[in-house]
Structures are given as C-alpha cells and as structure tokens.
C-alpha cells in the first residue's frame, strides 16, 4: 500500500513539473511580447528586400516634359532640387537636350529626401511656378539657388518675382502647401518603383542611378560604364 502511494506522489510531482515548465514559457511570451512583433517585422523588412521594384509610371501629359511625348526615347528622372548630385546630373540633362533635340523627352518627378531640409519646399514651389506656366523657369532657378547655397521660402518667392509671376498667387500657394498631396504622391509612387535615392532615372523603362556623366566613364571598381550619350544611342538603334 505504501508502494502504491509513493507511486501516485512521484507521478504527481511530474505532472506538477510538466505544468510548471509550461507555465514559465508562456509567461516569458507574455512579458515580453515585442519578441515575436520584432521577428514579424525582419521578415517583414527581408521580404522589402527580395521584393521586385514596379515598373514605372509612363510619362504622360501629367507630367512636366521637356521635348514631345512621341519621341522615341522617353527619360523620366526622379529629382530633388537641394540634392548636390542631382545638380550636377542637370549638365548631363542639358547635354542630353542639345545633342538628342527631337529624339528624347524627358519629365521631371518630384523626390525631395527628407534630410534636406529646402527640398520640399523647393518642390511645392516648383508646382506653384507650374500653375502659372513656368515650372521649368523655375526649375532652374531652384538648382541655381542650390548651386548658391541660398535655398529658403523667401528666396523662392524673389524667384517667382524675378519670372513675372502673380507673387500673391504663388505666396498663397506656396505657404499653404497647395500641392503637398502631389509631391507626396510622386515620392510613394518612385518608391514603389524600387527608387531609393536621387537622381534616378529612367530611360524606356531602364533604371539608371546616380548622376551619370554624357560620355562613357570609368566606375569606381575601375569597370568601364555606359554613360548616358551611350544608353540613349542603343535604343535609338534599336
């Protein structure tokens, strides 16, 4: 008899630890449940990572274009006027202007990086220049206060002054951030296309990114690169 119940203790002290060793690991998940959040949020980020960019939105008559919408060979390049690499990349897009006349459009979409601190102010004005007709007038001007380290709100509404703009209509809209859900708007949409940093450009569709140089260059691992006279020939002889 006493067998017996020292039998049904020693199966009691084992359920009893069985539930207890349970008992600790559901109460470590409860008190701290920001593990399996962070775990879900890696996945999350590594799933970001392997994801494919979408192909890019077509230039379009939305679309602020230097040259025809017919032309055979279509830049479209995601931009940010306080961007000092995307300053420099503006002599490659005048290059490009002079030397393709006719064969190349190019459009301008807004993607200000939020560490500087004058370019989404400096889009919203390039929008509010556009309203009245004159966003590549001022798009100039925007890269030339950059190119003088003189970029703020007071010195966009001189520009839009200096262009013979209606300065009541273009302060109004400038302070109230009238076209803030567009520039936005542009910002998710490059996102979406796997644009990271400015410039990025697209030309038919190929991704270039960086401020590449009109003539062929060397990169520096020392391969030699296509530069952008070069990208634009091979699909103008295609």
């Given at each position: 008899m006493k067998e017996?119940?020292?039998?049904?203790?020693v199966i009691g002290i084992i359920v009893l630890l069985v539930i207890g060793f349970f008992s600790i690991i559901f109460l470590s998940k409860k008190s701290n449940p920001g593990?399996?959040?962070?775990?879900?949020?890696?996945?999350?980020?590594?799933?970001g990572q392997s994801a494919r960019p979408q192909s890019v939105k077509p230039m379009d008559a939305s679309d602020h274009v230097l040259g025809s919408l017919t032309a055979p060979v279509k830049i479209i390049v995601y931009s940010d006027f306080e961007c000092p690499f995307c300053l420099r990349f503006e002599d490659?897009?005048?290059?490009?202007?002079?030397?393709?006349?006719?064969?190349v459009a190019i459009a301008f979409r807004q993607f200000p990086l939020s560490f500087h601190p004058e370019a989404f102010p400096a889009a919203l004005a390039s929008e509010c220049a556009s309203e009245q007709g004159k966003f590549w007038e001022m798009h100039d001007?925007?890269?030339?206060?950059?190119?003088?380290?003189?970029?703020?709100?007071?010195q966009f509404k001189k520009d839009a002054a200096d262009l013979g703009l209606n300065t009541?209509?273009?302060?109004?809209?400038?302070?109230?951030?009238?076209?803030?859900?567009?520039v936005q708007a542009q910002v998710i949409e490059g996102k979406n296309e796997g644009v990271t940093g400015t410039p990025t450009s697209f030309v038919n569709g190929q991704m270039v990114v960086?401020?590449?140089?009109?003539?062929?260059?060397?990169?520096?691992d020392g391969t030699q690169t296509q530069g952008m006279k070069s990208i634009i020939e091979k699909y103008l002889n295609q």
């Open positions: 017996k119940n020292i039998k049904y203790v593990t399996e959040t962070q775990n879900e949020n890696q996945q999350a980020v590594n799933q490659t897009l005048k290059q490009i202007e002079q030397t393709f006349a006719g064969k001007k925007l890269f030339a206060d950059n190119k003088n380290g003189n970029m703020s709100a007071d009541v209509q273009f302060d109004k809209c400038l302070d109230t951030e009238k076209y803030k859900d567009k960086g401020a590449y140089p009109f003539e062929d260059f060397t990169a520096s």
